[in-house]
C-alpha cells in the first residue's frame, strides 16, 4: 500500500486538515503539540490487550490486579476480598493449592483474564460498560461467575470503566453518573469505624463494628476532619483504660480492645466523642454481624470467649430488646445485620419499629433475588453494596436503582482485605448513594477512599452536594 492509498483509505489528510483548522482558530501558542492532542480525541478509542496479575491485599492475601490497554492509555483497577464469603454472592476464584499462600492464590483467575477475557474484549469500545461486562458474564456461563472468578470479572469491570471516563474526557464519578441515568452528584456521609470485633479482631467482642457519622458536619472535608479527632480520642480513651496494647487495630483500622460486652466498646466510643466538642454532630452505627455467632436460632455473643461460650445464648426477642435498649441509651442511628442471613422473621419484626436504619449485609450479600425479596417482604431498609459481591459495574448500578425505588438507603461499602483501589468512592458520589463505610480513618488502603472524596469535593467546588444531615433522605 502506497503512502497516498493509506491517507485515504483511513482519511489522514482531511483529519489534518481539521486539526490543522482548529490550531489556527485556537491561536495556540504550541500548534504541534495542539494537533497532536486533536488528532488523538479524533481517534475513537478502543481495547487492546488486558493484562492482569496477582499482587497482595491489606491482609496479605493474594488477589488480582488489571491493567486495561486502549489505544489512548493503560487503566490499572485491583479487587478487594472479604473476610467471610457467603453462598449467595459472586465466587471470588482462587487455586486451592495449599502449598502455594495456604490456597488462597489467584493465577487461575489472572490467567483466565489474559487469556480468555482479553481476547474477547479487543477491540471494544470502553465507554461501552453494559456491552463489556455483559461480553463477560456470558463468556462465563454460570449465575454466581464461578467459571471466569468474579475477581477477574469485577477488576476487568472497573478499569473498562475509567477508561471509559478518560475517553469521554470526564471524571470516573461523572461517568458512573452517567452510565447510571443519575442527574445530581452527592457527596456521601462517611461512616467510620472505630472499634472492630468479631471475625476481623483477635479480642472477645462478638459484634463485628462501632462505627461513627457526622451526620452535623457541611462538608465532607470537615466531616473526615471529625471522624480522624474522634479516633485519636479513642486511642487516648482506650490508652487510659487498658493501656497501649489496648489500642492494637483490627483488620479495616479500627482499634481492638480486649473486650466482650458490646455496652463497653460503647461507652469507649462515646467517652471520646464527648471529648471532641463533636457531641452533637456524631450519631452512632452498630455493624453486628449476627450471622457469625447465630447457632440453630440462638446467639451467643460470648463466642469468642472460651470460658463463657455457650452459656448465655439470646433468643431472636432477646436480641430485638437488646437493640432497643440500645437505642435508647446511646445515639444509635443504624445497626447492619442485626440477625442471621436466614433469621427473616425477626429481622422484618425490627424493622418495623422503625427504630433506626436496618442494613442487610449477609442478608442481602448484594444479590438481585436476595434485595427483591427483602423489598417484597420489608426485611430491611438499607442496602450495603459490595461491589465484589455481585461482580461487575453494569450490575452494582441496577441494584442500587433496585435498593433507591424501594426508598431505601444505600452504604457502599469496602472489605476486610482492601487495596488502594479509590473506585468506591467515585461510584458512592456518582450513584448518590449518601453513604460510604470505608473503614477507620486510618491506613493507607481505607483513607485511599477517603482522601478521593476529598479531591472530588475540592474538584466539584460550589457545585459539591454534601449529603450531611440529610444522609436517610
Same mark, same amino acid.
Given at each position: 500500500?502506497? &503512502?497516498?492509498?493509506?491517507?485515504?483509505?483511513?482519511?489522514?489528510? =482531511?483529519?489534518?486538515?481539521?486539526?490543522?483548522?482548529?490550531?489556527?482558530?485556537?491561536?495556540?501558542?504550541? *500548534?504541534?503539540?495542539?494537533?497532536?492532542?486533536?488528532?488523538?480525541?479524533?481517534?475513537?478509542?478502543?481495547?487492546?490487550?488486558?493484562?492482569? =496479575?496477582?499482587?497482595?491485599?491489606?491482609?496479605?492475601?493474594?488477589?488480582?490486579?488489571?491493567?486495561?490497554?486502549?489505544?489512548?492509555?493503560?487503566?490499572?483497577?485491583?479487587?478487594?476480598?472479604?473476610?467471610?464469603?457467603?453462598?449467595?454472592?459472586?465466587?471470588?476464584? =482462587?487455586?486451592?493449592?495449599?502449598?502455594?499462600?495456604?490456597?488462597?492464590?489467584?493465577?487461575?483467575?489472572?490467567?483466565?483474564?489474559?487469556?480468555?477475557?482479553?481476547?474477547?474484549?479487543?477491540?471494544?469500545?470502553?465507554?461501552?460498560?453494559?456491552?463489556?461486562?455483559?461480553?463477560?458474564?456470558?463468556?462465563? =456461563?454460570?449465575?454466581?461467575?464461578?467459571?471466569?472468578?468474579?475477581?477477574?470479572?469485577?477488576?476487568?469491570?472497573?478499569?473498562?470503566?475509567?477508561?471509559?471516563?478518560?475517553?469521554?474526557?470526564?471524571?470516573?464519578?461523572?461517568?458512573?453518573?452517567?452510565?447510571?441515568?443519575?442527574?445530581?452528584?452527592?457527596?456521601?456521609?462517611?461512616?467510620?469505624?472505630?472499634?472492630?470485633?468479631?471475625?476481623?479482631?483477635?479480642?472477645?467482642?462478638?459484634?463485628?463494628?462501632?462505627?461513627?457519622?457526622?451526620?452535623?458536619?457541611?462538608?465532607?472535608?470537615?466531616?473526615?476532619?471529625?471522624?480522624?479527632?474522634?479516633?485519636?480520642?479513642?486511642?487516648? &480513651?482506650?490508652?487510659?483504660?487498658?493501656?497501649?496494647?489496648?489500642?492494637?487495630?483490627?483488620?479495616?483500622?479500627?482499634?481492638?480492645?480486649?473486650?466482650?460486652?458490646?455496652?463497653?466498646?460503647?461507652?469507649?466510643?462515646?467517652?471520646?466523642?464527648?471529648?471532641?466538642?463533636?457531641?452533637?454532630?456524631?450519631?452512632?452505627?452498630?455493624?453486628?454481624?449476627?450471622?457469625?455467632?447465630?447457632?440453630?436460632?440462638?446467639?451467643?455473643?460470648?463466642?469468642?470467649? *472460651?470460658?463463657?461460650?455457650?452459656?448465655?445464648?439470646?433468643?431472636?426477642?432477646?436480641?430485638?430488646?437488646?437493640?432497643?435498649?440500645?437505642?435508647?441509651?446511646? *445515639?444509635?442511628?443504624?445497626?447492619?445485620? *442485626?440477625?442471621?442471613?436466614?433469621?427473616?422473621?425477626?429481622?422484618?419484626?425490627?424493622?418495623?419499629?422503625?427504630?433506626?436504619?436496618? &442494613?442487610?449485609?449477609?442478608?442481602?450479600?448484594?444479590?438481585?433475588?436476595?434485595?427483591?425479596?427483602?423489598?417484597?417482604?420489608?426485611?430491611?431498609?438499607?442496602?450495603?453494596?459490595?461491589?465484589?459481591?455481585?461482580?461487575?459495574?453494569?450490575?452494582?448500578?441496577?441494584?442500587?436503582?433496585?435498593?433507591?425505588?424501594?426508598?431505601?438507603?444505600?452504604?457502599?461499602?469496602?472489605?476486610?482485605?482492601?487495596?488502594?483501589?479509590?473506585?468506591?468512592?467515585?461510584?458512592?458520589?456518582?450513584?448518590?448513594?449518601?453513604?460510604?463505610?470505608?473503614?477507620?480513618?486510618?491506613?493507607?488502603?481505607?483513607?485511599?477512599?477517603?482522601?478521593?472524596?476529598?479531591?472530588?469535593?475540592?474538584?466539584?467546588?460550589?457545585?459539591?452536594?454534601?449529603?450531611?444531615?440529610?444522609?436517610?433522605?
Amino acid at each position: 500500500m502506497s &503512502v497516498q492509498e493509506y491517507l485515504d483509505k483511513h482519511m489522514l489528510s =482531511r483529519r489534518i486538515e481539521d486539526a490543522v483548522n482548529a490550531a489556527v482558530r485556537a491561536k495556540t501558542p504550541d *500548534p504541534v503539540l495542539f494537533i497532536s492532542n486533536h488528532m488523538r480525541k479524533s481517534v475513537p478509542s478502543v481495547i487492546t490487550k488486558v493484562k492482569a =496479575r496477582q499482587i497482595l491485599d491489606s491482609r496479605g492475601i493474594p488477589t488480582v490486579e488489571v491493567d486495561l490497554h486502549t489505544n489512548k492509555g493503560v487503566f490499572r483497577a485491583s479487587v478487594p476480598s472479604g473476610a467471610s464469603s457467603g453462598m449467595y454472592e459472586a465466587i471470588e476464584l =482462587r487455586d486451592g493449592e495449599k502449598g502455594t499462600y495456604l490456597g488462597n492464590s489467584v493465577n487461575r483467575a489472572v490467567k483466565n483474564i489474559n487469556e480468555k477475557i482479553s481476547v474477547a474484549l479487543v477491540g471494544m469500545d470502553p465507554t461501552l460498560q453494559s456491552q463489556i461486562d455483559q461480553i463477560m458474564i456470558d463468556l462465563d =456461563r454460570t449465575e454466581n461467575k464461578s467459571e471466569l472468578g468474579a475477581n477477574a470479572i469485577l477488576a476487568v469491570s472497573i478499569a473498562a470503566c475509567k477508561a471509559g471516563a478518560t475517553e469521554k474526557e470526564v471524571p470516573l464519578y461523572k461517568h458512573i453518573a452517567d452510565l447510571s441515568g443519575q442527574t445530581s452528584l452527592l457527596l456521601p456521609i462517611p461512616v467510620f469505624t472505630l472499634v472492630t470485633g468479631g471475625k476481623h479482631a483477635g479480642n472477645n467482642l462478638a459484634i463485628q463494628e462501632i462505627m461513627i457519622l457526622p451526620v452535623g458536619s457541611k462538608t465532607f472535608e470537615e466531616a473526615l476532619q471529625i471522624g480522624s479527632e474522634t479516633y485519636h480520642h479513642l486511642k487516648v &480513651v482506650i490508652t487510659e483504660k487498658y493501656g497501649a496494647y489496648g489500642c492494637n487495630v483490627g483488620e479495616d483500622g479500627g482499634f481492638a480492645p480486649d473486650i466482650s460486652s458490646l455496652r463497653d466498646g460503647l461507652d469507649l466510643v462515646q467517652e471520646a466523642i464527648g471529648r471532641t466538642g463533636y457531641k452533637e454532630k456524631i450519631k452512632i452505627a452498630i455493624g453486628v454481624a449476627a450471622t457469625e455467632f447465630c447457632i440453630g436460632t440462638k446467639y451467643d455473643l460470648d463466642f469468642k470467649t *472460651p470460658n463463657k461460650s455457650g452459656q448465655n445464648f439470646k433468643s431472636g426477642q432477646d436480641m430485638i430488646d437488646m437493640y432497643k435498649e440500645l437505642c435508647a441509651d446511646y *445515639p444509635v442511628v443504624s445497626i447492619e445485620d *442485626p440477625f442471621d442471613k436466614e433469621d427473616w422473621e425477626h429481622v422484618k419484626y425490627f424493622s418495623s419499629l422503625g427504630m433506626c436504619q436496618v &442494613v442487610g449485609d449477609d442478608l442481602l450479600m448484594s444479590n438481585p433475588k436476595r434485595i427483591e425479596r427483602a423489598i417484597q417482604e420489608n426485611a430491611c431498609n438499607a442496602l450495603l453494596l459490595k461491589v465484589n459481591q455481585i461482580g461487575t459495574v453494569t450490575e452494582a448500578i441496577e441494584v442500587v436503582k433496585m435498593a433507591k425505588d424501594a426508598q431505601w438507603g444505600v452504604v457502599i461499602s469496602q472489605r476486610s482485605g482492601e487495596t488502594e483501589e479509590s473506585f468506591i468512592a467515585d461510584l458512592s458520589v456518582g450513584l448518590a448513594t449518601g453513604q460510604i463505610k470505608a473503614g477507620a480513618p486510618c491506613r493507607g488502603e481505607r483513607l485511599a477512599k477517603y482522601n478521593q472524596l476529598l479531591r472530588i469535593e475540592q474538584e466539584l467546588g460550589d457545585q459539591a452536594f454534601y449529603i450531611g444531615e440529610k444522609w436517610r433522605t
